[in-house]
């Protein structure tokens, strides 16, 4: 059975105490006669959003909870004090922001990943018709190239770093925990394929290039696997 | 609106009324107090449960496992001895503290404030 809206304001409300038998006794008891009052003002008419606010109106302050039980906030882990009796259990605000600012460098970067790889091509396009088949233009190919898929690896590290920051601040907070969670596997997810795309197409492109000279139709694969990227950031949801 | 830190000592002798006259759960406790004092003061759900553990660990009051009707679990709450003889201890506690405070909040003297 799922949670109910009721028990997921609870779990939270309760997510920075210590996780003794007695917290666990009385949060089941408020749920419980939470979720009846609850059932209660449906049978009287009023919808679900009025019956959920005025439960949640009625549910106190968690620092009546801690006073009564003897937690005192310095004993709690470093989330009690952030999170003393407010609703949803919050990460604090500094690294909140600091994620959000991330997100935006996150994006433009693996956006920046794909651009370099796009221009990978048309660089070494541009250096062959100038100055010819050779150095130069394997050169700037391959610095680009480089340049992208470091973008991606460095920024893919960087995103499972704020992920495993804000985390260690959600520890019980089912519903907030799993959007984040899974937000963040995704991106990850994002920037590794693209790191990944990127790798196999120089992998091809090489292969076929140096076995059998096709380096002329092979430069192909990078065009399609810099779509490829912005495709797979697209749909695992990649957007500031 | 009534202070909760004024209500926080008596708060105890209401929960214990209501178990007087029968084995009661949060939800109906929490109703019937509403009820009773005609809406002027409802009890949080943090208050009445902070309030039902302190009672249940000095041992004044028990709990059960019932069900509901409808299968529901639900948890009982009953008064022990030792709960009946603490409510009457603070049934005269009131009177007292009522009584002195009367004193200083007699009709005369708040229309004599009134009138200067």
């Known amino acids: ?240 | 609106m009534i202070s909760s830190d004024i209500m926080r000592g008596y708060n105890d002798i209401m929960i214990l009324f209501l178990l007087l006259e029968h084995d009661s759960y949060g939800y109906e406790i929490s109703k019937e107090i509403q009820t009773r004092t005609k809406g002027i003061y409802s009890m949080k759900e943090t208050t009445l449960y902070s309030a039902i553990n302190r009672l249940e660990k000095s041992g004044y009051i028990a709990s059960y496992h019932g069900s509901e009707s409808f299968g529901k679990p639900r948890t009982y709450f009953t008064i022990t001895n030792a709960g009946r003889s603490y409510y009457r201890e603070k049934c005269g506690e009131w009177k007292l503290t009522r009584q002195i405070v009367d004193y200083f909040t007699s009709e005369k003297e708040e229309n004599e404030h009134e009138h200067e």
């Open chain 1, 1 to 240: 059975m799922s949670m109910s809206k009721i028990q997921i304001y609870v779990e939270n409300s309760f997510a920075s105490l210590p996780r003794t038998k007695e917290v666990a006794e009385v949060k089941m008891n408020i749920i419980e006669s939470m979720e009846e009052r609850y059932e209660a003002l449906l049978k009287e008419g009023k919808n679900e959003n009025e019956a959920f606010g005025a439960v949640i109106s009625e549910f106190g302050s968690m620092d009546e909870i801690r006073q009564e039980l003897g937690i005192s906030e310095d004993q709690d882990s470093p989330t009690a004090a952030s999170t003393a009796g407010s609703y949803p259990p919050s990460i604090p605000e500094e690294l909140l922001r600091g994620y959000e600012a991330f997100r935006g460098r996150f994006a433009i970067a693996i956006t920046a990943g794909v651009v370099c790889c796009i221009l990978a091509i048309v660089m070494q396009q541009i250096f062959e018709a100038i100055f010819g088949e050779g150095f130069l233009a394997t050169t700037i190919f391959f610095l680009l190239v480089a340049a992208g898929v470091s973008l991606f690896v460095y920024f893919g590290m960087q995103k499972s770093y704020w992920e495993e920051q804000l985390q260690q601040y959600q520890p019980s907070a089912p519903v907030y925990h799993h959007r984040h969670a899974s937000r963040g596997q995704d991106d990850t997810l994002a920037g590794r394929l693209s790191g990944a795309i990127m790798l196999i197409a120089t992998a091809v492109f090489l292969l076929l290039g140096f076995l059998f000279g096709l380096w002329h139709p092979g430069w192909v694969v990078f065009p399609v696997g810099g779509i490829l990227c912005g495709v797979v950031s697209t749909l695992l949801g990649d957007r500031a």
